[in-house]
């Protein structure tokens, strides 16, 4: 095979363009996205297919590897910063064609935690898999999350903590929600490496995620289920 180095990706056709995409999402390759994205559009691709075929795509066959151990966390990183390279040249584009999301989640680290590898990690496999993330950042309150519920009404509420000490501010949140009655209109998903299946229906999360791959994936199976269940 050739090397890397010989391989022009404007020569290639856009099936194997796609695919040495899918390649270079892989192994973190930023400028090859940049690149291969730009020359998709200019071929007369439409933004959205150049994010759902070559894009969300990649990345789930990352999530996939990552999921398995194949892959592991910097090596996540680097294909999720090469997936928003190529985000960043769609994203105005997108809007533009008022392209469908899959849905919008709002993420944060709850308060007194300010560990952030994870929740990035979700935002950024959330944001490949089609998903408009709004993210918090660190050391939340609860009204930070219910300033942003209300300013964004997204689809997902998701809360991250490392520490078994923050772990109870998850229940705040959810019974806060609760008080103000706007619980079961939103799904609630929580992670964090001390927490568990147990944890998340005690505090009455709609599930707990392992890593950033289970994310996406319950969230997207949570997805159909509220649109087959229709309004309420």
């Not at 020569?11 to 690149?35: C, F």
């Not at 299946?197 to 509220?226: P, S």
Request: glycine share 10%.
């Amino acid at each position: 095979m050739a090397d890397e180095d010989d391989i022009v990706l404007s020569e290639l056709s856009d099936d194997d363009l796609v695919a040495q995409m899918h390649d270079d999402l892989y192994d973190g390759l930023k400028e090859e996205i940049q690149e291969g994205t730009n020359i998709l559009l200019g071929r007369g691709w439409q933004p959205y297919d150049v994010l759902t075929k070559a894009l969300v795509e990649g990345m789930r066959i990352v999530g996939i590897d990552f999921r398995d151990g194949i892959l592991f966390v910097p090596e996540v990183l680097l294909s999720a910063n090469a997936m928003k390279a190529g985000m960043a040249i769609l994203r105005p584009l997108l809007i533009e064609t008022g392209a469908p999301k899959l849905g919008k989640m709002v993420v944060g680290t709850v308060k007194g935690d300010i560990h952030d590898i994870g929740k990035n990690l979700v935002g950024m496999m959330m944001e490949g898999a089609g998903f408009e993330v709004i993210d918090l950042g660190i050391n939340n309150p609860v009204e930070n999350y219910l300033s942003a519920i209300d300013e964004h009404q997204p689809d997902i509420v998701g809360m991250s903590a490392l520490l078994t000490t923050t772990m109870p501010y998850m229940k705040v949140v959810i019974d806060t929600m609760k008080e103000k009655g706007i619980r079961d209109d939103y799904i609630v998903l929580v992670g964090g490496a001390p927490l568990n299946e147990e944890f998340a229906e005690a505090v009455g999360a709609d599930a707990y995620c392992r890593d950033a791959a289970v994310a996406v994936e319950t969230a997207q199976e949570l997805m159909k289920r509220k649109h087959n269940r229709g309004p309420a």
